[in-house]
Protein backbone atom coordinates (compact mmCIF):
# COMPACT_ATOMS: atom_id res chain seq x y z
CA UNK A 1 0.00 0.00 0.00
CA UNK A 2 0.98 3.12 -0.77
CA UNK A 3 2.81 4.86 2.43
CA UNK A 4 1.41 8.20 2.00
CA UNK A 5 -2.26 6.71 1.64
CA UNK A 6 -1.97 4.35 4.02
CA UNK A 7 -0.96 7.41 6.63
CA UNK A 8 -3.79 9.13 5.58
CA UNK A 9 -6.33 6.18 6.50
CA UNK A 10 -4.41 5.56 9.79
CA UNK A 11 -4.69 8.67 11.07
CA UNK A 12 -8.36 9.35 10.18
CA UNK A 13 -9.25 6.29 11.82
CA UNK A 14 -7.65 7.93 14.95
CA UNK A 15 -9.04 11.12 14.49
CA UNK A 16 -12.77 10.66 16.07
CA UNK A 17 -14.26 12.20 12.79
CA UNK A 18 -15.75 9.24 11.61
CA UNK A 19 -18.62 7.70 13.16
CA UNK A 20 -18.57 4.13 13.31
CA UNK A 21 -20.69 1.36 11.72
CA UNK A 22 -20.58 -1.62 9.85
CA UNK A 23 -22.28 -4.18 7.42
CA UNK A 24 -21.38 -1.69 4.99
CA UNK A 25 -18.85 0.91 3.56
CA UNK A 26 -20.99 3.87 4.83
CA UNK A 27 -25.02 4.22 6.22
CA UNK A 28 -26.90 6.91 8.13
CA UNK A 29 -24.53 5.75 11.47
CA UNK A 30 -20.99 6.83 10.49
CA UNK A 31 -18.52 4.70 7.96
CA UNK A 32 -16.66 1.58 8.25
CA UNK A 33 -12.72 1.19 8.55
CA UNK A 34 -12.69 0.63 4.60
CA UNK A 35 -15.42 3.17 4.07
CA UNK A 36 -12.73 5.72 5.62
CA UNK A 37 -10.25 4.69 3.52
CA UNK A 38 -12.34 5.33 0.37
CA UNK A 39 -13.81 8.70 1.89
CA UNK A 40 -9.73 9.71 1.67
CA UNK A 41 -9.22 8.59 -1.69
CA UNK A 42 -11.97 10.00 -3.39
CA UNK A 43 -14.50 11.73 -0.55
CA UNK A 44 -17.26 13.28 -3.71
CA UNK A 45 -16.99 9.89 -5.11
CA UNK A 46 -20.10 8.60 -3.32
CA UNK A 47 -23.13 8.83 -4.66
CA UNK A 48 -26.64 7.94 -3.46
CA UNK A 49 -28.55 4.36 -4.82
CA UNK A 50 -31.89 5.83 -5.95
CA UNK A 51 -33.64 2.47 -4.28
CA UNK A 52 -31.57 1.98 -1.25
CA UNK A 53 -33.21 2.62 1.68
CA UNK A 54 -32.01 4.46 5.09
CA UNK A 55 -30.02 6.43 3.29
CA UNK A 56 -26.84 3.77 2.30
CA UNK A 57 -24.59 4.48 0.06
CA UNK A 58 -22.21 2.92 -2.74
CA UNK A 59 -19.22 4.24 -4.60
CA UNK A 60 -19.55 5.54 -7.72
CA UNK A 61 -18.35 3.94 -11.01
CA UNK A 62 -16.40 6.22 -11.97
CA UNK A 63 -13.65 6.63 -9.41
CA UNK A 64 -10.08 5.16 -8.64
CA UNK A 65 -11.82 2.89 -6.79
CA UNK A 66 -12.35 0.78 -9.47
CA UNK A 67 -15.48 0.13 -11.63
CA UNK A 68 -17.48 -2.02 -9.02
CA UNK A 69 -16.86 -0.10 -5.53
CA UNK A 70 -14.05 -2.47 -5.35
CA UNK A 71 -10.42 -1.52 -3.73
CA UNK A 72 -7.28 -1.06 -6.11
CA UNK A 73 -5.23 0.61 -3.33
CA UNK A 74 -2.90 -1.87 -2.82
CA UNK A 75 -4.26 -3.45 -0.41
CA UNK A 76 -3.86 -7.16 -0.14
CA UNK A 77 -7.28 -9.31 0.46
CA UNK A 78 -6.46 -11.38 3.27
CA UNK A 79 -5.45 -7.59 5.08
CA UNK A 80 -8.77 -6.36 3.55
CA UNK A 81 -11.12 -9.42 4.72
CA UNK A 82 -9.08 -8.84 8.24
CA UNK A 83 -10.22 -5.34 8.99
CA UNK A 84 -13.42 -6.09 7.58
CA UNK A 85 -13.79 -8.85 10.25
CA UNK A 86 -12.51 -6.50 13.11
CA UNK A 87 -14.35 -3.54 12.10
CA UNK A 88 -17.88 -6.13 11.95
CA UNK A 89 -17.00 -7.15 15.11
CA UNK A 90 -16.98 -3.87 17.16
CA UNK A 91 -12.77 -3.50 17.15
CA UNK A 92 -12.97 0.68 17.57
CA UNK A 93 -10.99 2.06 14.42
CA UNK A 94 -8.03 3.43 16.78
CA UNK A 95 -6.91 -0.44 17.29
CA UNK A 96 -7.73 -1.09 13.13
CA UNK A 97 -5.25 1.67 12.89
CA UNK A 98 -2.61 0.07 15.24
CA UNK A 99 -3.32 -3.48 13.40
CA UNK A 100 -2.97 -1.50 9.79
CA UNK A 101 0.33 0.21 11.18
CA UNK A 102 1.55 -3.57 12.14
CA UNK A 103 0.07 -5.71 9.36
CA UNK A 104 0.08 -3.57 6.59
CA UNK A 105 3.18 -3.18 4.44
CA UNK A 106 4.07 -0.19 2.79
CA UNK A 107 5.40 -0.31 -0.52
Known amino acids: MNPELKQKWTEAL ?3 RYQQ ?3 YL ?3 CGYCCLGVLCDIVD ?3 WSL ?3 AEEN ?3 IADDNELGATGCLTVGLEDDAETHVIEMNDGGTPFTEIADWIDANVAAE
Open 26 to 28: RDS
Open 43 to 45: PNG
Open 21 to 23: TNG
Open 14 to 16: RSG
Open 56 to 58: RHR
Open 49 to 51: DEW
